[in-house]
């Protein structure tokens, strides 16, 4: 996290919750969560504190241009500032990399650090200009709750990405009470032992598997390392919007879901209605269906997929890795929908499961590894390219029954089969709560946290 998890955790979430509920008044209790917020950010990058005030001043001005007489121009502002900024820090070494590659020019990077959290808070910033401009009446003449909108420190990092219009009525009026704080708090816990417990030891794997030199890789180890990542970045993102979201409760935030069981879908178009829901969303409301959707033919249907998902790939990071990530997705997207694929055959069967397991995991070696040579040596290794044995010395090592164990868990808990044991919010519940706290606080003391992966976009 921005703060060292030790601080946070037992001293700057309990204090604000804290005088959270001793504060009476909505605008007390704004005021309370913007200060802390703007200093959740500042703590992990001051020096750009300032750009995130920039931004949101921006999306504030548009804002008011779009619910007035000129909406349009309140628009286009707005998106040329904020794909201005990610342009600027997110994608200019990327862009001068292809320039010197086709030119064979020597142009020097602009080696800027990345802002935490920009990819987020531009897009939701984008988002409310938007609605504005399709509904004025949710324009809002305050600064101060467009900014708390944007920066409320439960999402602001890696999301979900939280539309104005979901919470514009909690910015005026929210409710608290033990249970709510109650569940929030469960499903915070929940979240943390996720990337603590699951995600992190997923990882460890993954990170020794893809740490081997091209070549050394057979089919055992390549699978094992291949389905471990698919497991980590899966806990690793939905633990922490299972914390955001818990943390957005303990405050009166109701953000909706972002995930549910992605892995169980049956086909591609089903799995990302499951998986990162508040981005699919996003570029569904705000990209797909501006540029026409499926009501323009066929061919125009897919050409719009295709650059929705190379905008879903470009969105995670600057690398050809992710562009083709996004393209993969899509590609297989437009194979259902033109029928190359039998998906009604597919939809709702074991066969369609493993159908889409295996898109998503190859996906997901272009989206883990660090180079285009290594992604190709890995799916190679997959299919058997490096034997079968090679680099199994590496990976048991850390096939430890405690290991298997863990891997078995979050097997079972990336179903929906897990869904069903789900608790009530009871004795027994807290008492497990109780526990896997416990159980990650001893993780945290053993010094093996490390950053949820999302952060870096």
């Not at 921006?58 to 779009?66: R, S």
């Not at 904020?82 to 030119?103: C, H, M, P, S």
């Not at 890696?158 to 009026?173: F, N, Q, S, T, W």
């Not at 990336?414 to 159980?439: H, I, Q, Y």
């Amino acid at each position: 996290m921005v703060f060292s998890s030790a601080i946070f955790l037992f001293f700057f979430l309990p204090a604000v919750l804290l005088l959270d509920r001793l504060l009476r008044g909505i605008k007390a209790k704004n005021a309370l969560l913007l200060l802390a917020s703007l200093l959740f950010y500042a703590f992990g990058q001051w020096q750009y504190l300032p750009l995130l005030l920039a931004s949101v001043a921006l999306n504030y001005c548009c804002g008011l241009l779009a619910a007035g007489r000129h909406p349009k121009l309140g628009v286009a502002l707005a998106a040329i500032g904020g794909l201005g900024l990610l342009g600027v820090f997110k994608y200019a070494d990327f862009a001068i990399g292809v320039v010197n590659g086709l030119t064979g020019l020597a142009l020097p990077p602009v080696g800027l650090a990345l802002p935490i959290g920009i990819s987020f808070f531009t897009f939701q910033g984008l988002s409310y200009v938007v609605d504005v401009y399709r509904d004025r009446a949710v324009v809002s003449r305050s600064f101060a709750k467009v900014l708390l909108y944007i920066a409320l420190f439960p999402q602001l990092i890696a999301g979900p990405i939280v539309k104005y219009h979901d919470i514009e009525r909690e910015l005026r009026e929210r409710r608290t009470d033990s249970e709510q704080t109650a569940l929030g708090i469960r499903r915070f816990i929940c979240g943390m032992a996720k990337k603590l417990l699951l995600a992190n030891t997923m990882g460890r794997m993954a990170d020794v598997v893809y740490a081997l030199p091209a070549g050394q890789v057979g089919a055992a180890a390549a699978w094992l390392g291949a389905v471990c990542y698919m497991l980590q970045i899966y806990f690793d993102f939905s633990g922490y919007s299972d914390m955001a979201i818990g943390m957005g409760r303990m405050f009166g935030f109701h953000f909706l879901e972002n995930f549910d069981h992605p892995y169980a879908a049956t086909t591609i178009k089903e799995f990302w209605r499951r998986w990162h829901i508040s981005l699919s969303t996003w570029f569904r409301d705000y990209l797909y269906i501006p540029l026409g959707g499926n009501r323009r033919g066929r061919a125009r249907t897919w050409h719009n997929r295709f650059f929705v998902f190379f905008a879903t790939g470009l969105w995670h990071g600057a690398s050809w890795n992710f562009v083709l990530w996004g393209l993969w997705h899509g590609l297989f997207s437009v194979l259902e929908d033109c029928g190359a694929l039998p998906v009604r055959r597919l939809a709702g069967r074991w066969s369609g499961r493993v159908y889409t397991l295996l898109v998503v995991l190859a996906g997901f070696v272009l989206f883990r590894a660090e180079t285009l040579p290594q992604a190709g040596a890995m799916l190679g290794a997959l299919c058997g390219a490096g034997g079968l044995t090679a680099g199994l010395p590496a990976v048991c090592a850390l096939l430890t029954p405690a290991f298997v164990l863990t891997l078995a868990l979050a097997l079972l808990l990336s179903f929906p089969v897990a869904a069903r044991l789900r608790p009530k919010n009871d004795g027994w519940t807290l008492a497990g709560a109780f526990a896997l706290l416990v159980l990650c606080m001893l993780d945290l003391s053993a010094g093996t946290f490390n950053p949820f992966i999302y952060f870096r976009f």
